[in-house]
């Protein structure tokens, strides 16, 4: 087994780490029910990829997408449309059908399925808002090693598991079961994966809301009574205005926010926020009056979007939902912590925390970094890509890695003492040939430049295997083993 030391980017500052013991689910709520703390569950969020779009082009999407959004994090010039397109031409060619061919992925693009899928994941399409959200993250760096090699691990030697596959294809959303801590929001699952989102309720009377739940942004919007997108409505989403909740009150202070894939643009707004039953009385959020695609459709299943990181980045420049709890006294500290789900597990135990750590998560507390939640993949410059993927038996080139899907390797990424092995079912994403579920995979790891020659972007793929908590009162971000039991 092979090991690389290399430099992290990570929007985070380093702290120490101290471990910390897992205390069974019942004590600790009796020990918490006054912690100021809220989790809430996360659902996977997915809307249907089709079968005319081809994997390559979806991993193409994903990996424009994180680059799009680091650059926005860090206050970078971002990838202009036509060097994003490029990208996506030079995957077309990858293809054994080629350019143009009505049986390959240059058909996809000619399909509604892919323009649903292509506006909302991948490259920006005909945008809402022209000037885009841009803003200076923290940054830091962290040594970290990645150990590769073949492991014994949770996967099988069967390749891909339909589950994933059927998911991947027909969408869905796999509902969270009930929180194990007090305070607490399940994470339901998009499709294989793909998102996550979580519901709270909005206005008098309260009313349900589906969020995504992004830790690389900083603004909390819903869409509007009166929203407009490119197809007229904003689908068939749950809205917010005067005629559906009596404590709405609209201003005239507009917002727009542009992000990875899609745009959003309204007015602020106050009413009451009820999240996990922690009450936010006349809250400043956004209510949007207009959509691009990738949020106004009907097969995207959520209403509005959570940013949770520093209110200093966002565009609504008000207080995101974990900063007012913690203002308003009614969680300890403005923390957010994330357990992120996995499909193949079929556990369904993905949840977000505010006010701090749900200890039956984490086996260690304290480790740091700031990671993104919004970002599915790991990209990485091509050279690091490369010898990754060579020692956990892959293939890598400086446009994609594909790995067997039958792989049982284990890639590890090492910060400070602590140790975050990523499951082998998460470094074999989809089968290259939909029908050979045990021939070679897309891998989870893929190579693209996207700042320095020592940057990666580190995405679900990793978090999935750690658990993930954001302090923005003290620039911290944390990472934790999973617990076991």
């Given at each position: ?49 089709g ?20 650059a926005r ?20 060619y ?14 996809a ?84 994966d ?35 997108s ?32 899609g ?29 691009s ?20 980045l ?46 039956t ?11 993104d ?7 990485a ?48 994403v989809?089968?290259?040939d ?42 911290q ?6 617990s076991?039991?």
């Amino acid at each position: 087994m092979k090991s690389f030391l290399f430099t992290l980017l990570l929007l985070a500052c380093l702290l120490n780490s101290t471990p910390a013991d897992a205390i069974p689910a019942r004590a600790r709520r009796q020990l918490q029910s006054n912690s100021g703390m809220v989790t809430m569950p996360l659902k996977r969020l997915h809307i249907p990829r089709g079968v005319d779009l081809h994997p390559q082009v979806l991993l193409q999407q994903h990996i424009n997408r994180g680059s799009r959004r680091l650059a926005r994090m860090t206050g970078r010039e971002e990838p202009s449309e036509y060097a994003l397109r490029s990208e996506l031409h030079k995957r077309l060619y990858l293809l054994e059908s080629g350019p143009g061919s009505r049986s390959g992925a240059a058909a996809a693009i000619q399909g509604s399925n892919f323009s649903r899928r292509y506006y909302r994941t991948g490259l920006a399409a005909a945008a809402v808002v022209s000037n885009g959200t841009t803003g200076n993250g923290i940054t830091g760096t962290g040594n970290a090693t990645t150990a590769g090699g073949a492991t014994a691990g949770n996967s099988t030697n069967t390749g891909v598991s339909p589950l994933d596959i059927q998911a991947a294809t027909s969408g869905g959303v796999t509902v969270a079961k009930l929180p194990t801590a007090n305070d607490s929001l399940g994470l339901n699952i998009e499709a294989d994966d793909v998102g996550y989102l979580a519901t709270i309720q909005i206005g008098t009377p309260p009313r349900d809301f589906q969020l995504l739940m992004d830790s690389g942004s900083a603004d909390f919007w819903v869409a509007g009574e009166n929203c407009q997108s490119q197809q007229g409505g904003c689908g068939n989403h749950t809205t917010l205005g005067a005629q559906s909740s009596s404590s709405f009150v609209q201003s005239t202070q507009q917002f727009q926010v542009t992000y990875g894939s899609g745009a959003v643009q309204g007015v602020l707004c106050q009413d009451n926020v009820n999240i996990a039953g922690l009450k936010l009385q006349n809250h400043t959020f956004g209510v949007a009056s207009a959509e691009s695609i990738q949020f106004a459709s009907d097969t995207t299943p959520f209403d509005g979007l959570m940013g949770l990181a520093q209110s200093t980045l966002s565009q609504e420049k008000a207080l995101t939902p974990v900063e007012s709890l913690a203002a308003n006294k009614l969680i300890q500290s403005p923390i957010a912590s994330f357990k992120i789900p996995r499909l193949g597990d079929q556990l369904n135990d993905g949840e977000v925390t505010f006010g701090g750590l749900d200890a039956t998560n984490a086996g260690l507390t304290g480790r740091t970094a700031i990671l993104d939640t919004g970002t599915t993949l790991i990209i990485a410059p091509p050279s690091d890509a490369q010898k990754v993927m060579q020692s956990l038996g892959g293939t890598c080139d400086t446009q994609q890695c594909t790995i067997p899907c039958t792989t049982q390797a284990s890639l590890a990424l090492s910060f400070g003492n602590a140790s975050f092995a990523i499951d082998p079912r998460d470094l074999a994403v989809l089968p290259v040939d939909p029908n050979n579920p045990t021939g070679s995979c897309t891998a989870g790891i893929q190579p693209q430049q996207i700042g320095a020659a020592t940057e990666w972007l580190v995405g679900d793929v990793f978090l999935k295997n750690a658990y993930f908590s954001t302090n923005v009162a003290t620039n911290q971000i944390s990472l934790a083993k999973l617990s076991t039991t």
